[in-house]
């Protein structure tokens, strides 16, 4: 867990870096032993900004279950779009039942006005497969129902609810900048009691960010691991792998990194 001390992030009258970088990163450097997942709390998002953004969440989903089809979409080039399911329905085992919108949220002032005018219904949600997130950073704000597990030491563990807080898990951009001193974290969700709303804010690159570690994070002892290339690339393949979290990394790796 990450707790951001109020007294050092507000003892200047302007933001210090700095301090705050130093709170985060901290914790961050004591847990890349192994793949890591982070519970932020006293981050500065006031409670009632949390509690409006669920709240817009549920409403979205409790709408009429008609009104679906006008954003429903499985392309995923598609900026504004709602799907279900997943998209190898036909082959899979278990099947993952859920309802998700996707947004964009940057440049604010261009995807503000994607915001759909006509709600859907929330239908099914019970479960989402195991996988690695293919972005740089991801934000979790749970709802009220927990169900979400990480991959530890050969079992799932169960993350926990705590009030205002949030989720944040490492993406395989940010394990491949790092040059593997971060991981992403393997990660699902279960459930079959009752409906589970989440906020997942993804922070990821564009489409042609040409993504490889960081020079500061390589050297002679520590050679780069993972050769670069274009973000949509990786993302083509990381879809097309459907969570298969080795394989979709494996094309992107040095030849002398293969194991």
């Known amino acids: 867990m990450v707790v951001l001390c109020p007294s050092l992030i507000s003892a200047h009258r302007k933001p210090d870096p700095a301090s705050t970088r130093f709170l985060v990163m901290s914790p961050l450097r004591s847990s890349t032993s192994g793949k890591l997942r982070l519970i932020v709390v006293n981050h500065g998002v006031s409670e ?3 509690n409006d953004t669920m709240k817009v969440v549920t409403e979205f989903f409790e709408m009429p279950m008609e009104e679906k089809a006008s954003l429903y979409s499985q392309d995923p080039n598609e900026v ?3 799907y279900t399911s997943n998209t190898n329905y036909d082959t899979e085992n278990f099947h993952f039942w859920r309802d998700a919108l996707k947004h964009p949220c940057h440049p604010l002032e261009a ?3 994607l915001w759909p005018q006509k ?3 929330y239908s099914l949600t019970l479960g989402l497969p195991k996988h690695c997130d293919p972005n740089l950073i991801t934000i979790l704000l749970q709802g009220s129902a927990d169900g979400l597990q990480v991959f530890k030491d050969g079992q799932w563990l169960g993350v926990g609810l705590l009030p205002n807080a949030l989720v944040v898990n ?3 951009q940010l394990q491949i900048v790092s040059n593997n001193k971060l991981k992403s974290a393997e990660h699902r969700v279960t459930n079959s009691k009752v409906a589970r709303n989440t906020v997942g ?3 990821s690159s564009r489409d042609d960010c040409i993504i490889q570690p960081a020079k500061s994070l390589t050297s002679e002892a520590e050679p780069p691991l993972y050769k670069p290339f274009r973000y949509k690339d990786f993302l083509s393949y990381y879809i097309s792998m459907m969570g ?3 394989s979709a990394l494996q094309p992107f790796k040095l030849p002398s ?3």
């Open 111 to 113: 995807c503000i006005q």
């Open 257 to 259: 990194n293969q194991c």
């Open 119 to 121: 709600m859907t219904r």
């Open 244 to 246: 298969d979290t080795e």
């Open 170 to 172: 490492i993406g395989h």
């Open 80 to 82: 504004c779009k709602l």
């Open 48 to 50: 009632e900004l949390l």
């Open 201 to 203: 804010l993804f922070i």
